[in-house]
Each structure stands twice: as C-alpha cells, then as structure tokens.
C-alpha cells in the first residue's frame, strides 16, 4: 500500500533522524525557497540531533537559528510562507506548540481559507512528540488530536524511517500548512530508506500487516509496538492486520473500513490519552460506516491514561500502552467475542 | 523628506486617501446602523492620517500586515473599495468571498497581507514577510499596523525582537488610539510614550502626531530608508484617536464626551486642508473629497448588485478532508 515500498530506488538503512536530515538537505538542494527555523538546530544540531550538519552544507541564513521564542518563530515561518518562501519550522518539543498556538491555529491554518482562497501558508512546522524518555510531563505529550481538530490544519504522524522522509517530503511540497509529528522514541530506529526523494501521498493509510481476526489501528510508536504485538498474537494464532494511518488530517477511512468490514473486530491504540483522543474519531468513522454492520465486537480503544506523563519509569511504563497490553487486549475482543 | 503639504500631487492623494477611508467608513456605519450589514466591524475614523501618511512612504512590492480596525490600511494601500464594499456585504466578489468580513480583508496584488481578528497577530507574520525579502535579496520592506493594545501581547514581543535580532526590512507602526476597547492606554503600560519599548530591543523609537499625516510620512519614510539600507527595524508610535467605538457593543461608558469632542477638534482632515490651502485650491480640496464620495457610493452600488456567498461552494478552499 505504501507509495515508499514500490520506488525502484536504491534503498539503504538509515535512522528515522538521519531520514529526516535527508529530506530536508533533499528539499532545500532542490528548492531554494526551503529554509529551516528553530531552536538550536544550527551548530547545536537540533535538540535531538535531526539537523545535524546541515548548517555546514547549507549555512546559517537557511538553517537559522532563532531565540526561545515559539510564537515569534511559528509567526515568521507564517509570514515568509506568504511572501514566496517554503519554511520548515522545528519546535523542539511538540509540548511548546502551546507557546505558539495562535499562529499555528488561528493564523496558519485559517489564513488561506479565511481570505477565501486569495493566499497560500506553505509551512511545515516539525515537532517531536510521545513519551518513554523520562522527560515528564512537560516534555512529553502526544498532541496529534489538538492539531486536526482544527480545520485547516493537515497533521501527519510517520512510525518509520522511510514515511519520515517520504511524508516529509510531501509535507514540504505540499502548499498549505501541515504539522508533522515525529516521536522521540523512533529518531534512532533504523529501517531501508529510497535514496531518492520518493514521496508518500497525505492522506493515505499503510496496511502494515494483514490478518482476518481483527484490524489493529495505531498511530506513531504505537505502530511498532501493535506490530510486535501482532507476531506475538500470530503464536496464539490469532492474526492481525495492523493499520497505520500515517496522516490523520486528512484521514484516510475507507482503508480502515475496509479492513474491519473483513475481520470484524477493531482494536484503536494510541499513546494520547483517551478522553477526546484521535482514536475516538477512528472509532466513530468505523461506527459510521457500513463497517458496522459487520462487526462481531465493541470497538476496543487501547489509549494512554488521562493523566499528565509522569516521570518515574515504571509510572511511565504504565502511562501509555505496551505490547504486552496489545496482546492482551486484542486476544481478549477476539477470545470473548 | 517631502513636503506634502507644498507639493500638489502628494496633497491632492494624502486628502483623497483620507476622505476615501472617512466617507467608506461613515457608509459602513450608516449602513451597519440602518441594519444592512451584518457581523461586526471596527471603525478608524480620526485616524486616517496613520495609514494615508504611513503608505505614502511605501513602494510597489512592499508588503503591510493590518488590524481588525484595518479599513484604512487597505483603502491606502490601494485596494479595490467594491471588493471591500462586497466583503462586507458577504458577496461572492468580495476579497474573500465572504468567508472573511471586515476583520480579514487581504489584498495579495497590493502586497497587504491581511487584517487581522488577533491583537498582535500580524506583528510576528510582519517580521517574517521581512525574514522573506533578506532571503530573496528583495529592496523590499514591510510595514506592521497595530494598535497601543498589541505592546502587551507576547507575539509583538517576539515578533519585534525577531525583526530586531536579524537586522529585517520592518517597521513596526503603533497606531496609538488610547484605548485598547476600553482599558486606556496610561492604565496598560507603565511607560510614558509607547516609542520607549525600542530601546529593549536596540532599535530607533519615536513618537509622532499621528493625526497629522506629515508627522507620520516624516517618521515612518525614515524608518523605511533605514530598513531598505539594511540597517533593520524602527517602532514609530502615532498618537491617534478613535472616535467611534470600539464595535457595534460599545457603550463609550470609560470616557467622556468632552474627551471625544477634544479630539475631533483635531480632526486630522480638516487639519490636513487648512494646512494644504496654500498649494490647493478651494475647488481642488472640494474635489477630493466628492471623489472620495463618488467612489463610496460606486463602490456599494457594486458591491450591492454582487451575487451573495453561496452555501453550495462553502468547502471550496478547504484543503485537508477525507475523501
């Protein structure tokens, strides 16, 4: 299903960081309108390193540093984009959103829109989301469902080193704004990345895995994790196809539907915490559908607790989901249902 | 620095341009009043002499951010009254095709890059569009419109020392009306002059007559030769009053009337024409002024035959839905 499994280019194995680096130095090489913004992402190299060298290849007028200042960096990155520029933001952590929310919701993501099509934002504001590092609950959240409730906004989540360069690619290409979501967790992941600058389409889901007892949809680390939790489930066997929507504004429902219309039982994991979440929307989608009609069970939601992330490990451990509690939950719909 | 008030064209268009906002906004609240206009709006009568003076400094290919009170910016910065008339009266030719209204009128042909409905929220956006002509090697500048209400805001914070830092083609424009809706401007700050908060960014701050449209072309064509030389922004703070209301909800219960008629004493048109007699004839500033008129009236006669924003094309510029 993925664009990025069929490009008849070299592969190599790359981290999910270095996957990144490579689609930006890809973009700016060829497109001298992208330009990046951001904390410490010059000769620091990025809080989490994703920038690296670049400053060197490309210097410190298109790999610019900025002041602590989330609101001024999103707001210039709004203001460039509308006169002729491509600029790729870095928030260090997806948590300081919240420092910048009125550029990114009110002005970003409505300017187009709102002045009835007259104007374009082709921003694309990066941020490192998710928990497991021991940073707490400041540095920690995962805020995907804030970003696409706000119309306007097209907000992608990439789980592997070859959809973080492939969606970002496309992010950049794109000429509205969209936020892209990385996870901490995943910058040191390695996987087979294209060389070339293949692009994922927005807006389109990855069947990871197929099975017919029942659709796993997870999003972010939790894809690996269902993945995992997949192998273990086929040793009971139990098989799983597990769903990775990739971009969740636009959503791409009908490959879910789909695959639940054929096993019946959906399982919704998801780091965030439940109330509100974004697998709720998945859930309703599925509700709405004629998906129903073939279900054999209750929508199973998997979700973080609703509390902050906490900073002790094992409290941490047992904030958000694990593989173990996949397996359990997914052969608890399929064993009682 | 010119002289408008000797030199015949520059007159002649400061005066049309004054008139040109005055008379728009006397129809919008006339027709807001009769209830033939929807929504909100925020009126800048008294202040036209900030954007006439202001944009007279500005060149083809240069860029402003506005306000929510941002009429004046657009109609000086030579945007089309019918499609502002329209937008107003939600018509499909309006500039944003009645998906905006008053508070988001953008004019991309006149390099005005949009009202805006957040206080401060052009400031960061301002000194971006200048991020953008440093990277293009463009001789280009932008100009922010904001209102003493927008110093407190963390984004002009950000926005100013950002434009600051880098040396960027901006000026930032306070266009000082005294009230931030009702809460004046003596109880929001602890300076004396707005113009002070340069110094803790490093750059040039001053203050001026902001009804006095010389004052504001003097100041802000200086800031501009300075942000085109590569020097870096200037914060000019124009002492303006509003004499309407904040919006259709305002009461005027935080001041006094006599307050009000103080002001309007110093009408910045009628200063302007007093000051102009000796370059114009009567005829001459008669003219401009039935100018501005005749092009209201055209402007809402068009705007009035427009087709209504249609329900049935309400998505169109939506970019992220499922299929």
Known sequence: MTAVTEAATAT?????????????????????RVFLLGEDIGTYGGAFGVTGDLVHSFGAERVRDTPISELGIVGAAVGAALAGMRPVVEIQFSDFTAQAMDQIANQAAKIH???GGAANVPLVLRAPGGSGTGAAAQHSQSLEA????VPGLKVVMPSTPADAKALLLAAIDDPNPVVVLEHKLLYKERGPVPEAGTRARLGETAVRRTGEDLTIVATGVMVSRALEAADQLAGQGIQASVLDPRTLSPL??????????????????????????????????????RAFGHLRAPIGRLCGLDVPIPYAPQLERAAVPQVADIVREAGELVRRW | ????????????????TMWTIRRFEEAVDDMFARGLMHGTMHLSIGQEAVPAGACHALAEGDYITS????????????????AMMAELLAKETGYCRGRGGSM???????????????????????????????????????????????????????????????????VFVCENNQYGMSMSVGKAAKVERLAERAAAYGIPGSTVDGNDPQAVYDAVAEAV?????????????????????????????????EEIEGWRERDPITRFERAVAGTLTDSEIAGCREQARDRVRAAIRTAHAAPDAEAATLTDAVYARSE
């Open chain 1, 12 to 32: 190599r194995t790359l981290t999910y960081a270095e996957a990144v680096r490579e689609a930006l130095a890809q973009a700016m090489t060829a497109d001298e």
């Open chain 1, 113 to 115: 829109f709102m002045l």
């Open chain 1, 146 to 149: 804030w970003f696409a409730h």
């Open chain 1, 252 to 289: 791409d429902d009908g490959t879910i539907v789909n695959s639940v219309v054929t096993t019946g039982r959906a399982l919704l994991v998801q780091e965030a915490p439940k109330t509100a979440g974004f697998m709720a929307e998945v859930a309703a989608r599925i509700g709405e559908s």
């Open chain 2, 1 to 16: 620095m010119m002289d408008l008030h000797k030199d015949a064209g520059a007159a002649t268009e400061i005066l049309r």
């Open chain 2, 67 to 82: 306000t929510h009170r941002g009429h004046g910016h657009c109609i000086a910065r030579g945007a089309r009254l019918d």
């Open chain 2, 104 to 170: 988001h009128i953008a004019d991309v042909a006149t390099g005005n890059l949009g009202a805006n409905g957040i206080v401060a929220g052009g400031v960061p956006i301002a000194a971006g569009a200048g991020l953008a002509i440093r990277l293009r090697g463009q001789d280009r500048v932008a100009v922010s419109f904001f209102g003493d209400g927008a110093v407190n805001e963390g984004a002009w914070h950000e926005g100013v020392n950002l434009a600051a830092i880098w040396d960027l083609p901006v």
């Open chain 2, 225 to 257: 030769h300075r942000a085109r030389a590569g020097l870096g922004p200037s914060l000019v703070e124009a002492l303006t009053y509003r004499w309407k209301g904040h919006s259709k909800s305002d009461k005027n219960l935080y001041r006094t009337r």
